[in-house]
DNA sequence: CGAATTTCCTAAACTACTTCATTTTTAATC
DNA sequence: GATTAAAAATGAAGTAGTTTAGGAAATTCG
């Protein structure tokens, strides 16, 4: 269970045994239900969760009660309300479990103190951020140049596994469209097909 | 002029004498001119830049010519693309001067080397990197939620230094409209105060 | 299993924003 | 300081995407 953990931080930095045992001792693993919330509006976020098995969407409620999905995370992801946890600050987000799910977590004071003992730990988050940056960055440029259809024809190609597993109304708020017409962008595509 | 940067970093973590020198030593300062690019398509973006004096502007160009502003950057911010530098890859945006400017630029080999060295360094570009993963968050959030109109307002108020200082087809594109509905925008704004 | 709730589909009317084409204003350059 | 180029404004026509509303599937859960 922890092993996939160290396995994802290796990617990035090799750990002695004795690193390996530090990271692990620090997770916390939870089981979370279909529908239960991990994070919610103004409350701090005291946790960043690794996603071990699972699903779970990140959204914000706007004034007239749209929701619109900010984040998905599924096996091997991890999700929070960034904002809120690194500034340890109320958060502005939902995140709830899309099916039942484990999920491992890490509460801000220990990484912190991870990160002060060890240079490897800062150095890992130093490069999930950085990937977490410029993977955004690449969002923002999608949905500046592409039409409705066209974000959601390359999203198909890129993270079909989420496709698969999110309810359509969660990946249409994602995508900044609404539910109906991503509904008429999918048939119109299976009438293409046949 | 190497000071600002020095009083930059230190918001962050604080430095001893040897460790100014030591950053200090890594930055170059260039002058830049008036719509001179300093990260083009195609080639690996060697630098990270401060912009010490001026104002850039960072697009990318779709397939049918549009330009699409990703980010603007005036005294005090940092601008590359970050894509490209992080993973040392072909860059795919154009990053250009709006004014006649001043940077400093530290290159790549020179920040792994300093990260290396000193944790304290690796831990400034961690904190960098994470609040520009927030910040680029809020942004997504924004566009998802607001119309264009309100997005407009809402940039105005955050961030009236650059929108005196970036022409208005720079700041349309990078706010996701056209330059002409952008126009409208702000006659209808000048029309209701009078 | 069966009732209730959630999710998805369809279609017509509507609107926020774009496109195109022309004119005016501002800025760059020799 | 005149000439040229670039940026902004304006109007009219078009379209991508929304809204509203009603019904059909699919899931959930007692």
Known sequence: MTEKIVDYIEQFVKLTDEEKQQVV????????KKRQFIVQPNFTTKHRNYVYKGAFRAYVVAD??????INFAIDDWWITDYNSYIFQQPATMFVVALEDSIILQI???????????NQKFETFF???????????????ISNLIHTAEERYENYVVKFPQIVQRVPQYALASFLGMTTEF?????????AKKS
């Open 25 to 32: 001792s620090c997770f916390k693993e939870v089981k979370i």
């Open 182 to 190: 991503l509904s008429r962008i999918r048939n119109k595509r299976v």
């Open 64 to 69: 007239e009660g749209q929701e619109h999905t």
């Open 107 to 117: 509460d801000y004071e220990a990484e912190q103190e991870l990160k002060r003992q």
């Open 126 to 140: 130093r490069i999930i951020a950085e990937r977490g940056l410029a993977f955004q960055q690449r969002r923002i």
